[in-house]
């Protein structure tokens, strides 16, 4: 493998009110799993939004309010997973005598009079490379394959002390290295909007498993867009949060943890669900330091800067000649902007004053580099950099330190241009990948393959080039689904927001989805 094919392959994985149904024409027509004493839809949703593809909040308001036990909604969620998952393979493993036991201790609480959480009961997944105590943490990785977690991640600890009830980890890609999610240990997942194409990866297990029904939250990890197109390939909100501000503790192979403090530069870890709502419920559990600096500094996600479209100052790219889109996802973007210009927002087109995004690709490829380098072990390094500098050139980011400083300067002079652009500007709107989610190729190497698209065949890791901006600056950058394809696959939109200001681009994804609709359950998997 080309180094350049390498560093693509890498960069995918090692990142890591209820809006949205009232607008949504195919919703009426999803089928109910509901228990005879559940009411047939869920507070705050649309009338017809039957339970099984309610939002997370949907689903602890429906049990606090005593139409659904957790134990009843766990055990129909786990045969919903029986019927379903055969089609998609979403789930690596599952932890059904554990979730049983916790509904059982979420019900207990609630006839006592307590509350767990904000997630009391409520049943959930997470990204296999996740750590939970006792079960796998492979990566995909083969060798990993008997290899159990000595402890939970701390990511997995919040949710958990939230009182959500966990059903299992979600299929992934090997070494999270993919935009699809398929190994030798677990097999290959489908995407129930066509099971003859990727989820999308490395969450592409999560967001499969998310979009027909089979758990209401999740959390995956991102560095190559591993959160937002797997969100954006199956119709589903994602949040790539600010740098740092979700604990990676525990995301690793094998589940082990690194050192406090450690940060890529790069990779965050962060939620997917069926709503915006859902986001912020979620980054409020898992966001805020960790280990000893929890003694130092507490966090509170600040406010968005608006509650209405009209008043939000809107930049936007829809394309680029550096990574053009295909007509589809174009016209789906465009219809985006129109609808949000309606509204009275200020819009301001084109890229920030002296942006070069080709500058700041090869500045991000640098740093994937020195990260790579930084993690191999020992033994290994002298290989690696063979490898990577197999077709003649020495390989980026191996300089010495004050070299890789200069790299470091250039990379928070990205990061000070955006925030500098974020005076006048509230959001960016972008594509999130040039296309909607492709037919599975599991051919090597991966440098090698391409991806089909009306306008004819594309390298294949043209995939992270419109992720880049907001995984170099450390921004946070939410996917909202904004429309279907004209095969129908869904087409999702990247909202980034200012550094630490999480609340609102995910605000922003909210209040689209009232003008445009949200999430829509796939036709196979909708009954």
Known sequence: MKRRDFVATVSLGLAAGLPGFAKNPSVGAVGGDLPADANAS???????????????LGAAEAIRKKQISSVELTQQTFARIDRCNPQLNAFAYQTRDEAIARAKQADEAQAHGKSLGVMHGVPIHVKESFAVAGHPCTWGIPSLKDSKAPENSE??????????????????????????????????????????????????????ALAAGLG????????????????HFCGLYGHKPTLDLVS??????????????????????GPLARSADDLLAAMRILGGPADYTAKAWKWEMPVAR???????????????AYCP???ET??????????????????????????????MYENYMFHLFAFMFSVQPPAEREAFLKEMSADGQPAPGLAPFADWQTQNFRRLGFRAQWQKYFEDVDVFLSPVAFTTAFAHDHSEPQGKRTIATPQGARPYFDMVKWIAPGTLTGCPATTAPVGRGEGGLPIGLQIMGP????????TFAKLLARELGGFVAPPGFSA
């Open 42 to 56: 869920v507070q705050g949703a649309s009338p017809a939004m039957p339970l099984e593809f309610a939002s997370a």
């Open 155 to 208: 990511a997995v600890n919040r949710l958990l002390g939230a009182g959500a009830v966990l059903l299992g980890g979600t299929n992934v890609p090997i070494n999270l290295g993919d935009w699809q999610s398929y190994n030798e240990i677990y097999g290959n997942t489908n995407n129930p909007w066509d099971v003859k194409r990727t989820p999308g990866g490395s969450s592409g297990g999560t967001a499969a």
């Open 216 to 231: 209401y939250l999740s959390i995956g990890s991102d560095i190559g867009g591993s959160i937002r197109v797997p969100a």
């Open 248 to 269: 990676l503790q525990g995301h690793g192979p094998g589940g082990r943890r690194e050192s406090p403090g450690f940060s890529t530069l790069l990779a965050v870890g």
């Open 306 to 320: 608006h509650e209405s479209l009209r008043e939000f100052r809107v930049g936007y790219v829809l394309d680029d």
């Open 325 to 327: 889109v295909t007509a």
């Open 330 to 359: 174009k016209a789906a973007l465009e219809r985006v902007i129109q609808t949000v210009e309606k509204t009275g927002a200020k819009m301001k087109p084109g890229w920030p004053v002296g942006f070069k995004i080709n500058e």
């Open 499 to 506: 550094f630490w200001e999480d609340a609102t681009p995910i």
